[in-house]
């Protein structure tokens, strides 16, 4: 069963979506730390003995979900990125793929969806953090459509799933795990993660290059990748710490000779507030930025 109206807002699909799930499903459970409570009024209403509020405790809110899995539970377990991802890896760590079980981890706010509360509430580092653990999928829905169907995915499937929801989307929603040809050309590969896919449409509207695009990065879908590559060259545009998924493209083209360019978050401390599109522009992730960035590196492939 879908959602019958999709909001625009991917937080507030988000709870939508999951208070849906919550009504399909017995074994499906909400522990979350305080954070967007009000997307959550009508599943504690409804299902008050499977939604569990921890308060500020988001250590504790890691080890209830990996507890609520240990009994047969299928836990959805949701704060800001910074403080799901970063300040409970431990128990992240410990809690479920050590221990064998599965959940669904869903991190808010983003690299800087939060950025007038500072570098507390930002977290660009969070699928390279997630990426030490084994096997963990990993999803960056691009707009509410996409929201709502991988978190439907994730809570179907086993294993250890983190949904990063932000409030930044795309023009356009593409159905199911893996690379979609978003375009096709004769130069360069450009594969767009997440969120930013219209930006990098902006930045190559008049480059004859391809434009591969994925909502959900991890497992990453090498084969698709190795079947469009034409020229040696590949561009990785993701929404949060560049070069993060660097290794998988190069692990993925292991055998064939490349160049790669990494755009993401830059690894330098933005001591200002401003807005999140001041922040994606100063990390150059806007088209203008990207095309700065993808000319400069094409014109040297050329010399």
Known sequence: MTTTTLSRDPRTQFGRTLTDLLGEDLSVALVYAEISGRFFTEAERRFPERVVNVGIREQLMVNVGAGMALTGLRPVVHSFGTFLVERAFEQVKLGFPHQGVGGVLVGGGGSFDASRSGRTHQVPGDVALLDTLPDVAIHAPGTSAETDEVLRRAVAADGLHYVRV???????SFSGPGLHVVRRGAGATVLAFGPVLDEVLTATADRD????????????????????????DVVLVEPWLAGTSARVVSDALHDVPHRLLSLGTRRIELRHYGTPAEHQRAHGLDAAGIRRSLESFLTRSSL
Do not use: C, G, I, K
């Open 209 to 232: 290059v391809t434009v591969l695009y994925a909502h959900s990065v991890r497992p990453f879908d090498a084969a698709t990748l190795r079947a469009v590559l034409t020229v040696p």
């Open 166 to 172: 932000v409030e930044q989307t795309n023009s356009e």
